[in-house]
């Protein structure tokens, strides 16, 4: 039977993987489930997602909108989830990929499916300096609306799941890059979320790519002997069920599927060979009443021989994500051991759909998570990334604190304290309470004393010794020895709190034993910038936060050495003696019609300086560089008054914008605004009033509750520029709106 289940659930995903999802296939699902919908509003919110994508067509060659049709499907066949969310699903890409505003998504459909979509939303072509920045930035803005709303994080794990189901599609870069993603981010978020069939699912997907090989050898070990295990685990099942057919109502006996994945983690991670996993045949028990699976499973031990050490009971002491049920693997007559695991039908429920199964199996439930203990871990992220100043210590916090392993640890009072898998006694100590962790002095395990780096396990008892010193605190190493970020978070929270000049002196006799080490040149402008690129406003900030440990020294190091090599190449090209007139007539003959006159002589081949995007109506210069063209600045660019008193000042020529000039430009407006609903649309339809494209667009919260959103637009000159930044700045809430020098 356990071959035949999985064989069947194979099946399953191989038809999902290969079919195409219709309207019609979504409308039929829906009656299919026997529950309260607005299909009317379902209707229409497929219309407007098929007109915004009409003409737009997937990599496979399908239409896009078959995308969010299936997104819909899955949340209806697997989660029953409300007619708002499948309205959502179905608009979940409109916003992000058309010029449909979230403004009229909210006037059709209402405030909860406009919320919906914009949790969904990708913050867009941020520019920051790598992919990992845009990535934290995206994952830091689903974890602020599925704290508000858990319904954005389903709708999220839906279509990360079909995007993965489809992935064969994609270039093989595109495809480990989602896997990564996936295997990173999406399944433990899944596994938290107790929703197990969607993180297995994605687990053994996201394998598929990253690991074909193990893949296809893990999958050919289940094929092996496949009749023989059919007739074990039929005659298992067999022997439970005439063994408990006193039982009313009968319980449910099912085969269940290990994962191709959680084999795979024991062979090739763990290294175990294939015959030590004593959990590939198991078998699961479904009862009415918690007392029955006490009962049943003193049977199961008095059927078949336990094997020591190999009982969990997550019915006394539940998973951080709810899951409950007893777990025991024993040793069948032919000398085979598997698992059995024993719940109520409600506990098999939460199981299976996690958060999902309140959709599932009951009415009414909004998906407001406010108040809610078991969302506390969301909430807790979220404080914690409001402390990190390297946005990039983000993704690497989340990959540690949504890990699916934990271990279960006993404060000497009794209380339990959920722990990822490898955590010390620093993690212990924060997790109890921050003020605990800060005064720890010492600890103990089972009564003895142990170092603070010392791994906790399921059942240890820990004891922290604290001081009464009010000038006590942790000591700096510490950040460096928690695994969790919560500690680590909390360490230099501390620091960045009570010891800022202490951490400045750090932090910049570090800075500067590292730029002597890698021979680098820096002056305080190159710091200054260094700093902004951490967003912070002084240099002492920067060494602060290098001194606390709230940014990465190598980061900023490498970033350094990298921009002094480029500048020395520049400056070696420009060291070469060239004939001015030559070039100017040079790039004369090759020229198109630019709009830019340089001593008279118009039509010159030109590229405009990103270091200060000059627009039409700025004073400008010109420098003539070795090969390509004239590079045009604004006359104030600061590295026009550092060119002019350098050795190369012959090189600087004067400009001015041709008056027939009808050249389109892209200059960048910095907006600093109240956070509140709409504010982008408002942003977006002030811009798309004169008709003017937007390039690019980054939305962020700032700490202080602000909003800030930073936009490329093309227009024609400084004066059309001016009036959109008039034309922003009267949006109500806007603080400042203002252009600034980078694209």
């Known amino acids: 039977m356990y071959k035949k289940v999985m064989q069947l659930k194979n099946t399953e995903r191989t038809e999902a993987i290969s079919m195409t999802y219709t309207i019609d296939m979504l409308i039929d699902k829906i009656k299919d489930v026997g529950k309260s919908y607005d299909l009317d509003k379902i209707q229409a919110a497929y219309e407007l997602a098929e007109k915004a994508h009409d003409g737009v067509f997937r990599s496979s060659g399908e239409p896009y909108i078959t995308h969010p049709v299936a997104v819909a499907y899955i949340l209806v066949e697997q989660f029953c989830m409300d007619t708002d969310t499948i309205c959502a699903a179905l608009l979940h890409d409109v916003v992000e990929d058309t010029d449909v505003g979230l403004d009229v998504i909210q006037k059709k459909f209402g405030e909860d499916v406009a919320h919906l979509v914009d949790g969904v939303t990708k913050i867009g072509q941020v520019p920051l300096n790598t992919r990992e920045e845009q990535q934290a930035e995206n994952i830091r803005k689903i974890l602020i609306a599925m704290s508000k709303d858990i319904r954005v994080i389903i709708i999220k794990l839906a279509d990360r799941l079909h995007n993965m189901r489809t992935l064969a599609s994609r270039p093989p870069e595109k495809q480990r890059k989602t896997s990564l993603e996936t295997m990173n981010f999406y399944a433990p978020i899944a596994h938290r979320l107790g929703i197990s069939d969607v993180k297995e699912e994605m687990e053994d997907l996201a394998l598929r790519y990253l690991d074909p090989y193990g893949f296809k050898e893990i999958e050919s070990l289940l094929d092996v002997h496949k009749d023989e295990r059919d007739t074990f685990i039929d005659k298992i099942k067999g022997m439970i069920r005439e063994r408990i057919s006193d039982i009313q109502p009968p319980p449910i006996i099912e085969g269940r599927v290990k994962s191709i994945y959680s084999i795979y983690k024991k062979v090739y991670i763990k290294g175990k060979d294939f015959s030590e996993i004593y959990d590939i045949y198991a078998v699961r028990i479904i009862l009415q009443t918690v007392v029955e699976c006490y009962n049943v499973l003193g049977i199961i031990h008095d059927m078949f021989r336990p094997i020591p050490y190999r009982f969990k009971d997550y019915i006394a002491m539940p998973k951080p994500n709810r899951y409950q049920s007893l777990h025991t693997t024993v040793i069948g007559r032919e000398g085979i051991p598997f698992e059995v695991q024993i719940r109520t039908q409600e506990m098999h429920n ?394």
């Open 350 to 743: 939460t199981a299976q759909y996690g958060v999902a199964a309140h959709w599932k199996y009951k009415a009414g439930i909004s998906g407001n998570v406010a108040g809610e203990k078991r969302f506390d871990w969301i909430r807790q992220l979220l404080e914690q990334q409001q402390e990190a100043d390297d946005v990039e210590q983000i993704s690497e916090a989340i990959k540690v604190d949504l890990a699916p392993d934990d271990v279960y640890v006993f404060t000497p009072k009794g209380d339990v304290i959920t722990l990822p898998a490898g955590s010390n006694v620093i993690d212990f100590a924060y997790a109890i309470h921050t003020q605990v962790g800060n005064k720890m002095t010492g600890a103990k395990v089972g009564g003895r004393m142990v170092p603070f780096d010392h791994t906790l396990h399921t059942g240890d008892i820990v004891e922290i010794l604290t001081s009464g010193s009010d000038n006590y605190g942790p000591n700096r190493n510490w950040s460096e020895i928690a695994k969790t970020n919560e500690a680590k978070a909390k360490i230099r929270a501390w620091f960045k709190r009570e010891r800022r000049e202490e951490n400045i002196e750090c932090g910049k006799a570090a800075f500067e034993k590292e730029i002597r080490r890698n021979n680098i040149t820096v002056d305080d402008d190159i710091l200054l910038q260094a700093a902004h690129r951490q967003r912070l406003s002084t240099v002492d900030d920067l060494y602060a936060a290098i001194g606390y440990g709230g940014v990465q020294l190598t980061k900023i190091i490498t970033r350094l050495k990298e921009e002094q090599i480029k500048q020395q190449r520049f400056n070696a090209a420009q060291a070469q003696p060239i004939d001015i007139e030559k070039t100017i007539a040079d790039n004369n003959k090759r020229a198109q019609k630019n709009g830019v006159v340089l001593d008279g002589i118009d039509d010159c081949a030109v590229k405009y300086a990103q270091c200060c995007n000059p627009l039409p109506g700025d004073d400008i210069m010109g420098f003539i560089t070795r090969g390509y063209g004239v590079s045009i600045h604004k006359a104030d660019c600061q590295n026009v008054k550092l060119g002019m008193q350098g050795e190369n000042k012959d090189r600087w020529v004067k400009a001015h914008w041709a008056v027939n000039s009808s050249s389109a430009f892209r200059a960048t407006v910095d907006i600093i605004a109240d956070d509140r609903t709409a504010l982008i649309a408002d942003v977006t339809t002030a811009i798309a009033s004169n008709h003017l494209p937007i390039h690019e667009i980054n939305a962020h919260y700032l700490k202080n509750g602000n909003a800030n959103i930073i936009l490329t637009i093309e227009v024609s000159g400084i004066d059309q520029l001016k009036s959109i930044i008039l034309r922003l700045q009267k949006i109500p809430g806007v603080i400042s709106a203002e252009r600034t020098g980078k694209q």
